[in-house]
């Protein structure tokens, strides 16, 4: 197959950046107007690059920066292509992410409100029948996560994308990397070969190469930022603390950041859990989100945080990816990312759409390693976060017994019961090989 086509001399190089406006990149009036009503003044970077081309239709391989206006660059062209030629179940967008599927359709219902389009979420946590419902009302665009949307084409009755005309996939190296591979390679056996494919994504890697090539068709390549950066107005500092106090810190922050609106990163869907009861038992009004919830409850945590009223927002991985919440002041990265390019992703939430930010990043003695990966990916050395450690420390006494109430609620709670019955698992495994040695012996 071809290899992609260079960036092309599209009509966008010959006005300058002031004067661009949705209409000259050749949106019909009717979607201008909308993104006059969403208040979208002026297209942004990928956006100028994107849809003239997707508009002249070319496949696309697009890399930008999170934030940086993708899902508009591929749902306009989307939308004016559907409105020139109506039709049911027009367009698939593959994301990783529940949250990220559920965002997508709320831009292009946003964008599509003037020419009643129809949406369809496929994702898992939901009801497949209640899915297949809404799939057998024939929506023009359905946004999916891989899983979820195969079980449908092997189970559902009646269902099928042979009259597809538009495949995206957002945040394509992030699906790669949740091991979608044999999804995708079963969504692109059935779907029309005669189709227009936009694949975004935040970096080029080799999986991602891969998929370009058994996926697009002379795709031309649109790259809006170097690889690996951060945005100029994001302010990133580090502090280096022992682990055990790691809490304490943590709260001592959150005290002198209060009225800030904070995402706190962790590890695991159990510390991110202990962390919120320990902050709500020290007064704060703190969420969780990750993938131990349901899927109701994740949707209620963003929508609490997103409406203000909730500043503070616990998270794994589950939100450093595509989620667009514009408030964010403050990004913590209370346990450190073990894959330096999260970083990018995590600090990614805050500081967007030109809005100023900041990012802290909690080292211990255990992640000098990985710290320094980070610093050499981003090719900054990152200043230090100054705390006052007397200050901090008065504050440990409470917070330990904030840890104490957490851990009791932690344990009752299904979450600290799962944790309990795999470590059990683990326990019991470990005894069963020692058993075994023990027979060998005799």
Same mark, same amino acid.
């Given at each position: @197959?071809?290899?992609?086509?260079?960036?092309s001399?599209?009509q966008?190089?010959?006005?300058?950046?002031?004067? !661009?406006?949705f209409?000259?990149l050749?949106?019909v009036?009717?979607?201008?107007?909308?993104?006059?009503?969403l208040?979208?003044t002026?297209?942004?970077?990928?956006?100028?690059?994107?849809?003239?081309?997707?508009?002249?239709?070319n496949d696309?391989?697009?890399?930008?920066?999170?934030?940086?206006?993708?899902?508009?660059? +591929?749902?306009? $062209?989307?939308l004016?292509? *559907?409105?020139?030629?109506? &039709?049911?179940?027009?367009?698939?967008?593959? /994301?990783?992410?529940?949250?990220l599927a559920?965002?997508?359709?709320?831009?292009?219902?946003a964008?599509?409100?003037? !020419?009643s389009?129809?949406?369809?979420?496929?994702?898992g946590?939901?009801?497949?029948?209640? &899915?297949s419902?809404?799939l057998?009302?024939?929506?023009?665009?359905?946004?999916? #996560?891989?899983? =979820?949307?195969?079980?449908?084409?092997?189970?559902?009755?009646?269902?099928? %994308?042979?009259?597809?005309?538009?495949?995206?996939?957002?945040?394509?190296?992030?699906? %790669?990397?949740m091991? +979608?591979?044999?999804e995708?390679?079963?969504?692109?056996?059935v779907?029309? =070969?005669?189709?227009?494919?936009?694949?975004?994504s935040?970096?080029?890697?080799?999986?991602?190469?891969?998929?370009?090539?058994?996926?697009?068709?002379?795709p031309?390549?649109i790259?809006?930022?170097?690889?690996?950066?951060?945005?100029d107005?994001l302010? &990133?500092y580090?502090?280096?603390?022992?682990a055990? +106090?790691?809490?304490v810190? *943590?709260?001592?922050? %959150?005290?002198?950041?209060?009225?800030?609106?904070c995402?706190?990163?962790?590890? #695991?869907c159990?510390?991110?859990?202990r962390i919120?009861?320990m902050l709500r038992?020290l007064?704060?009004?703190a969420i $969780?989100?990750?993938? &131990?919830?349901?899927?109701?409850?994740?949707?209620?945590?963003?929508?609490?945080?997103?409406?203000?009223?909730?500043?503070?927002? *616990?998270?794994?991985d589950?939100?450093?990816?595509?989620l667009d919440i514009?408030?964010?002041?403050?990004?913590?990265?209370?346990?450190?990312?073990?894959?330096?390019?999260?970083?990018?992703?995590?600090?990614? =939430?805050?500081?967007?759409?030109?809005?100023?930010?900041?990012?802290?990043? +909690?080292?211990?003695?255990?992640?000098?390693?990985l710290f320094?990966?980070?610093?050499?990916?981003?090719?900054?050395k990152?200043? *230090?976060?100054?705390?006052e450690?007397e200050?901090?420390?008065?504050?440990?006494?409470?917070?330990?017994?904030?840890q104490?109430?957490?851990?009791?609620? %932690?344990?009752?709670?299904?979450i600290?019961?799962?944790k309990?019955?795999?470590?059990?698992? /683990?326990?019991?495994?470990?005894? @069963?090989?020692q058993?075994?040695?023990?027979? =060998?012996?005799?």
């Amino acid at each position: @197959m071809d290899e992609p086509a260079e960036k092309s001399d599209v009509q966008t190089e010959t006005i300058s950046d002031e004067l !661009i406006t949705f209409k000259s990149l050749g949106v019909v009036d009717v979607l201008c107007e909308t993104c006059k009503d969403l208040k979208w003044t002026q297209p942004t970077k990928i956006q100028k690059e994107a849809i003239p081309v997707a508009l002249a239709g070319n496949d696309i391989i697009g890399l930008a920066e999170t934030g940086s206006g993708k899902t508009g660059a +591929f749902a306009i $062209p989307i939308l004016q292509a *559907l409105l020139e030629k109506p &039709q049911r179940l027009f367009g698939l967008v593959l /994301t990783p992410t529940r949250e990220l599927a559920y965002q997508i359709s709320e831009q292009f219902e946003a964008l599509g409100a003037a !020419i009643s389009v129809k949406c369809a979420v496929i994702v898992g946590g939901v009801d497949m029948m209640t &899915q297949s419902l809404m799939l057998a009302s024939k929506p023009h665009i359905v946004i999916a #996560t891989p899983g =979820r949307l195969v079980d449908h084409l092997e189970n559902t009755k009646g269902f099928s %994308l042979r009259s597809l005309k538009c495949l995206v996939m957002d945040e394509a190296d992030r699906i %790669l990397n949740m091991d +979608f591979e044999t999804e995708i390679d079963k969504i692109l056996k059935v779907i029309p =070969r005669e189709r227009n494919t936009y694949l975004y994504s935040a970096t080029m890697t080799k999986k991602v190469a891969k998929l370009q090539r058994a996926a697009l068709k002379n795709p031309i390549r649109i790259e809006v930022a170097t690889k690996y950066t951060t945005v100029d107005k994001l302010k &990133q500092y580090y502090l280096f603390i022992p682990a055990k +106090f790691k809490d304490v810190y *943590l709260t001592y922050i %959150l005290n002198e950041l209060a009225g800030k609106s904070c995402i706190i990163f962790c590890a #695991t869907c159990v510390n991110t859990q202990r962390i919120t009861l320990m902050l709500r038992n020290l007064g704060m009004n703190a969420i $969780p989100l990750h993938g &131990q919830l349901s899927q109701a409850k994740r949707l209620s945590s963003l929508h609490k945080f997103r409406s203000k009223n909730n500043s503070i927002l *616990l998270a794994t991985d589950v939100a450093s990816r595509g989620l667009d919440i514009p408030h964010v002041d403050v990004v913590m990265n209370f346990d450190i990312p073990s894959r330096s390019k999260d970083y990018i992703h995590r600090v990614g =939430r805050t500081a967007r759409a030109g809005r100023a930010g900041k990012s802290i990043t +909690f080292v211990t003695q255990y992640d000098v390693e990985l710290f320094q990966r980070i610093e050499q990916l981003i090719e900054k050395k990152l200043p *230090l976060y100054k705390t006052e450690e007397e200050e901090v420390m008065v504050l440990a006494e409470r917070v330990a017994e904030a840890q104490r109430y957490a851990k009791i609620e %932690l344990c009752d709670s299904k979450i600290g019961k799962k944790k309990r019955s795999n470590d059990q698992d /683990t326990e019991d495994g470990h005894g @069963m090989k020692q058993r075994l040695k023990k027979k =060998r012996k005799r």
